[in-house]
């Protein structure tokens, strides 16, 4: 987690900044190209997972994807940064080397997370043991969160770079240039790290493999395919729009620098990492459902204070009450989807956690439109088209843009929350997932205990 954080949170958080306001690209063709990024970012993920559940190697169903994905996501994430000097100065091929590059990266992130994914509830099976290993994953995409999102913009333009506005600034892109080549080799690293000293579960290796057309049936027709599957797309486009639009709301709204928009994300990622012991502590004494259905209206009214603040120390305090919401979602959504996989597992007989996670992932992973309108919005509302033509008020344009928007979207995933069951959790037996199981092998849940500390 701490390794594919890095590099993908580079992108998210810094692309639309580092094209449209210093490339000077018109943020309606980057609304455009990013639809188009979304789409294949919702298509390509059932076919990854199709395939990673099908593959059987003497090393594993997952690990031959996830280092595949691992060195094209590297190429990816540099290039997408690196844009030669003849590109820039081109409309038209700044415009074809970012689609290229953009979907490319956004493949490889597809197919490294639709297998990574799948490992959570196949070695994690007891939902006890699995809240104290998703909790510590998470953790660890904060503190990646910490360095990539957070640090990015003093990295990139107060150490490797210039800031954006200061005067014998030659070029401001050259940070984030520098930066991306840097966390592409660190994340990646990492991957490839974890990826050979994972175990898979040998007895998933003999299962059936599952047939396609009828697996997309089965999950079109499971109703937390659309209940659960909109309240996490909801979520996630309220965090793409946060992580997209962060830099420049600082920019704009509170008339800050890279340092500020630093201290902002690093105090809200810090903020997280405090409160997600104590969600992880809720989760076991209530159950992942019931803190799930708790987190995400105060998610919902957190984004509320940052349309009023009018100064970084207002951000901060408005960033904190985000930090706990958002903090309370990241650590119970993957086991509601856990859940869920468990329950498909028991009634079909056969693990296909990688397609059914895809095609989770196609509602999830269509946030690209929503990203896309949204800023698409700016552009038709507020007169914003890019950093050299701002419009006459792109102070308000950013308010929306990073607190109205999510604000109700997550309104929108918390009424359907309230329509949802999650598949159940035996609190006689706390130690066991749906199907009775307390390890996918053995002792695994004693040993874990022991690990882990719970």
Known sequence: MFGTSIPINLIKGSMLFFYVDLLGMDAAVFAGVYAVYGIIDAIDNPVFGYLSDRTRTRWGRRKPY????????????????????????SATALVIWFAIFAVLAEMADSLINANYGALLPELFPAERVRASANAIRQGCQLLAMILALGLTPVLAQNVLGCPVDAAGCADPTVGYTRLAVIFAVLGVAVIL?????????????????????????????????????????????????????????????LGGGGLDATILQVVVVVGAIGMLALWARLVRRWGAERTWKRALPIAAVAFAPLFF????????????????GYSGVLATNDLIMARVLDDDATRHGVHREGIFLSAFGVLGRLNGLVVAAA????????????????????????????????????????????????????????????????????????????????
Request: include cysteine; charge should be negative; aromatic fraction near 10%.
């Open 193 to 253: 790290y974890m990826t050979f000293g994972v175990h898979e579960d040998p007895q998933a290796s003999h299962e059936e493999r599952p047939p396609f057309l009828a697996s997309i049936r089965q999950i079109l027709t499971n109703r937390y395919f659309w209940t659960i599957g909109v309240v996490n797309a909801c979520y996630g486009s309220a965090m793409a729009l946060v992580l997209n639009g962060l830099q420049l709301y600082v920019r704009y709204s």
């Open 375 to 454: 800023l698409a919005s700016l552009t038709l509302f507020f007169g914003y088209r890019s950093g050299t033509t701002p419009g006459p008020n792109p102070d308000l344009a950013f308010r929306f843009y990073l607190s109205v928007y999510p604000v109700i979207l997550l309104v929108i995933g918390t009424v359907i929350s309230r329509f949802v069951h999650v598949p159940g959790w035996d609190p006689r037996n706390p130690d066991a997932g749906p199907d009775g199981r307390t390890g996918a092998a053995g002792e695994r849940v004693e040993v874990l205990r022991g690990d882990l500390g719970d």
């Open 66 to 89: 996830l280092v595949v994905g691992s060195v094209v996501l590297l190429l990816a994430s540099i290039a997408l940064f690196v844009v030669p000097g003849g590109v820039a100065s």
């Open 309 to 324: 603040v009018q100064d970084l120390l207002g951000a901060v305090i408005a960033g904190l009450c985000v930090a706990v």
